[in-house]
C-alpha cells in the first residue's frame, strides 16, 4: 500500500522557507534554480530540500496539468542536486506513481531501498508497486523477506502485498499458514485469513466437482484439520463432503 505523501516533511528540516512562490513565481524560480544549480556543490542539499517541499506543495494542493508538472519537475531537480537523500527520492517516487508513471516509480524506490535497506516505507512501496505491475514473483519476494527475516514481521503494508500476491499466484494455503503462524494483531489480517481459508476450501471443492478421487479429497481435508483443528471452514468441509 503507498505511503503518506507528507514522508519528507516529517525527516528534513528546513533553514530557508520559500514563502509566497506560488504560480509563475515559482516556475521562475525553479528555472534560476536550474540554470544556477552547480554553483550549488558540493552541498547542494539544502536548497534541494526547499525545493523538494515546494515542489510537493504544488502536488498536493494544485491539480491543474501546469502546476501538476512543475512540482514533479521541482522534484526530479532535487533528486538531481542532493541523490544521497532519501526522502526526496522517496517523494519523487511517489509522485511517479500518483502520476501513473509507476515503472519510473519502482526504479526510484529500488534506489532507496538499495541504499537504505531498512527504509520501511520504501520498501513497502516497492513490493506494492511490483504487485500492481503483475509482477506476482518479485513483490511475493520482496514482502516475504521483509517479514520473515524478523525485520518488519508485523507490518502491515508488508504483509498485505504477501498474501495478495500468494492469492494472484493461487497459493491460497500458503497464505493461510502463514497468516496462521504470523498472529497479526489485526481486523485487516483476520479478514484476509478468512478468505484464504475460504479459498482453500473452493480450491478442494474445484477438484471434486472436476471428477477428483473422492478419497483424494477426504484425504487433504483430514490433512488440514490435523494441521489446523480448530479452523471451522475447514472443518464444515469435511462435513459437507460426508453428505456430498
Known amino acids: 500500500?503507498?505511503?503518506?505523501?507528507?514522508?519528507?516533511?516529517?525527516?528534513?528540516?528546513?533553514?530557508?522557507?520559500?514563502?509566497?512562490?506560488?504560480?509563475?513565481?515559482?516556475s521562475d524560480h525553479l528555472q534560476a534554480v536550474e540554470a544556477q544549480s552547480s554553483r550549488y556543490k558540493p552541498d547542494a542539499c539544502p536548497v534541494a530540500r526547499e525545493m523538494a517541499i515546494k515542489g510537493i506543495d504544488f502536488l498536493d494542493v494544485l491539480h491543474l496539468s501546469r502546476e501538476h508538472d512543475i512540482g514533479l519537475r521541482a522534484l526530479e531537480r532535487a533528486v538531481v542536486m542532493c541523490p544521497t537523500d532519501p526522502a526526496i527520492r522517496y517523494n519523487l517516487a511517489l509522485a511517479f506513481y500518483q502520476s501513473n508513471r509507476k515503472e519510473a516509480a519502482k526504479k526510484e524506490w529500488k534506489q532507496v531501498v538499495d541504499a537504505h535497506p531498512n527504509h520501511v516505507k520504501a520498501l513497502a512501496n516497492l513490493a506494492w508497486v511490483n504487485f500492481d505491475l503483475g509482477h506476482d514473483e518479485t513483490a511475493h519476494n520482496l514482502a516475504f523477506h521483509a517479514l520473515k527475516r524478523n525485520r518488519f514481521p508485523k507490518n502491515l503494508s508488508l504483509a498485505h502485498t504477501f498474501v495478495v500476491s500468494l492469492f494472484r499466484m493461487g497459493r491460497y494455503l500458503e497464505a493461510y499458514d502463514w497468516l496462521t503462524r504470523a498472529n497479526l494483531p489485526s481486523i485487516r489480517a483476520a479478514k484476509w485469513k478468512r478468505q484464504s481459508a475460504e479459498f482453500v476450501v473452493e480450491t478442494l471443492w474445484h477438484r471434486f466437482r472436476r471428477g477428483e478421487r473422492f478419497t483424494a479429497i477426504r484425504e487433504a481435508v483430514n490433512l488440514l484439520i490435523r494441521e489446523y483443528p480448530t479452523e471451522l471452514l475447514f472443518i464444515r468441509a469435511k462435513d459437507q463432503l460426508v453428505m456430498a
Open 1 to 26: 500500500m503507498i505511503s503518506n505523501p507528507h514522508h519528507l516533511r516529517y525527516v528534513i528540516t528546513l533553514t530557508i522557507l520559500l514563502a509566497g512562490m506560488v504560480g509563475v513565481g515559482f
